[in-house]
């Protein structure tokens, strides 16, 4: 046993928590098994890995620029909540090996259904399936009193398995229409926010053709058209507002850390630019290689195999769709922020984190299907889905992790945990 916990704490802590090893991993059994030369495999290995840190590293500036907005909104809007709860940290120290083992059972199960069944999605986002087994874990605590650890384990790898199968493959036909190919699968929590984008994106279906990336615009401001200068000044303006509402001395004091506020607000909006031009940089390099090294796998473990990849993969393929994705996901969390509380319904905390990355891909998908009047809408969509779906999710997780349901309710487990957790007392 001693010697099983071993290895399944160097699976957990070198691959699955180390995205970048795991990606690298993959394509190079993928290479080895297409017979390439060793210089090939050496190089297209380490890109695949070097284009996921990367596109890691623009996330997180990404996520570490949009986080303050949401302080900056619960300062505005007067919003004072309360997570309840032993919180995520707690939780997570007490139950980490049990994740570790949900995400390796998992994984297997994965792998061996993309094997046997129609549906050839390897699941590659192992962060996101992090998070699938703590809500799944957090769940069960809430409903059984004395849970059996071994039973957890072994039922929530099979789940997280049939998820990590099945959430590609219902987001596939959507994910072609974005994509132009079958190359590529979408393996993000957010996989029901951007299959309803689609979806609701065909109320404009007559009007698909106007992309969000073809939008005719005077030639004076034909620099909007650059994704890194337009997200720059769209972030700066949002974020100027944000500080001039809050107040500039408060901003300073609890926000920017003691850097004069709208200097604060310039250089946060500057540096978003930034995050988008590296992750879009980190999404091609990743692409171009996991694509080409996949065949390999494609061809000799899980035939015709699709790797499924983290929602900014999507971000190259319509940039423009994200932002209006994000701002109008972002204006609807904004509105349902002060309607929630006017009518005492529940403080909305403002995931804005959630918005970018979840309301940005529902644009992209919007877009396809709609234009960029599909994407605004898929964005009001998603913020919806957000808004109501933190109630939701808070309210189950009352006892465990409600602080984590605050601030990253992502659409497929806020939407799914109260179903989930009304199974649950059904069975037990």
Request: glycine residues 10%.
């Amino acid at each position: 046993m001693t010697a099983l916990n071993g290895i399944v704490h160097f699976i957990t802590t070198y691959i699955f928590n180390q995205p970048f090893i795991l990606l690298s991993l993959v394509a190079m059994a993928g290479l080895l098994l297409q017979k390439k030369p060793l210089q090939d495999v050496i190089t297209g290995s380490l890109k695949t890995g070097i284009g996921y840190l990367i596109l890691s590293q623009g996330t997180s500036l990404l996520a570490g620029i949009v986080m303050p907005i949401a302080d900056i909104l619960n300062q505005i809007f007067h919003v004072e909540a309360s997570a309840s709860g032993i919180g995520q940290v707690a939780f997570e120290s007490e139950w980490a090996s049990s994740i570790a083992l949900i995400m390796v059972v998992g994984f297997v199960v994965n792998l061996l259904l993309a094997r046997l069944t129609k549906f050839k999605y390897v699941y590659l986002t192992a962060h996101q399936t992090y998070f699938i087994a703590l809500v799944y874990l957090a769940l069960a605590v809430e409903v059984i009193a004395s849970p059996n650890k071994t039973m957890l384990i072994a039922v929530g790898g099979i789940l997280l398995g049939v998820y990590c199968t099945l959430s590609p493959a219902l987001v596939q036909p959507f994910m072609r229409k974005v994509t132009g190919t079958n190359d590529l699968a979408y393996g993000h929590t957010t996989s029901f926010g951007v299959i309803m984008g689609a979806l609701i994106g065909r109320v404009f279906r007559k009007y698909e053709s106007e992309s969000s990336e073809e939008l005719k615009i005077p030639e004076k401001l034909s620099f909007l058209k650059d994704i890194t200068v337009s997200t720059a000044i769209i972030m700066t303006l949002l974020y100027l507002i944000g500080v001039a509402l809050a107040g500039p001395a408060w901003v300073q004091e609890n926000v920017s850390g003691g850097t004069a506020a709208y200097m604060y607000a310039i250089s946060q909006g500057v540096m978003f630019g930034v995050g988008i031009t590296i992750v879009l940089t980190g999404v091609s390099m990743m692409i171009a290689e996991i694509t080409e090294a996949f065949k390999g796998i494609s061809e000799k473990i899980v035939p015709d195999a699709v790797p499924a990849l983290d929602c900014p993969v999507v971000f190259n393929f319509a940039p423009t769709a994200v932002m209006l994705g994000f701002l109008s996901c972002l204006s609807t969390v904004i509105i349902c922020v002060v309607l929630f509380g006017a009518l005492g319904f529940y403080a909305l905390t403002p995931p804005v984190i959630t918005c970018f990355f979840g309301g940005g891909p529902a644009g992209v998908f919007g877009n396809s299907t709609g234009g960029w009047r599909g994407a605004v809408v898929a964005g009001i969509m998603a913020g919806l889905l957000l808004s109501f779906g933190q109630a939701l999710t808070v309210s189950c997780l009352s006892m465990t992790i409600a602080d984590f349901a605050r601030w990253s309710n992502d659409f497929d487990y806020s939407v799914f945990t109260w179903p989930f957790q009304q199974i649950l007392k059904i069975i037990f």
